[in-house]
Nanobody, 120 residues
Framework: EVQLVESGGTLVQAGGSLRLSCVIS????????IAWFRQAPGKEREGVAC????????YYADSVKGRFTFSADNAKSTVFLQMNNLKPEDTAVYYC?????????????WGQGTQVTVSS
């Protein structure tokens, strides 16, 4: 059974950096999209970054372009989200998701989330 486990979320000051990790077990990285989403209190879940294995492209939400970077270590079955120059509006629970035919989903598997809190 595919399982996703995120880690790395914590409290950080504005302007700081964090790297989130997501270990994906029993999953083949080829031919599927893997993504990071986030959900802030009272807001809808939004896509943050996605890597589409089929087209080899990485996509970012406009709000994080230039600050966040998606990467993967296939050998360790792990994807990362490097977050720099964090802002209070980046505060949210961050989720990784996998096994979609494209970055636009739908995603079959989700992690439990990791909390990122950015203080001003």
């Amino acid at each position: 059974e595919v399982q996703l486990v995120e880690s790395g979320g914590t409290l950080v000051q504005a302007g700081g950096s964090l790297r989130l990790s997501c270990v994906i077990s029993d999953f083949t990285f080829d031919d599927y999209a893997i993504a990071w989403f986030r959900q802030a209190p009272g807001k809808e879940r939004e896509g943050v970054a996605c890597f589409g294995s089929r087209d080899g492209n990485t996509y970012y939400a406009d709000s994080v372009k230039g600050r966040f970077t998606f990467s993967a270590d296939n050998a360790k079955s792990t994807v990362f989200l490097q977050m720099n120059n964090l802002k209070p509006e980046d505060t949210a629970v961050y989720y990784c998701a996998a096994d979609a035919p494209s970055c636009w989903g739908p995603y079959d598997f989700w992690g439990q989330g990791t909390q990122v809190t950015v203080s001003s």
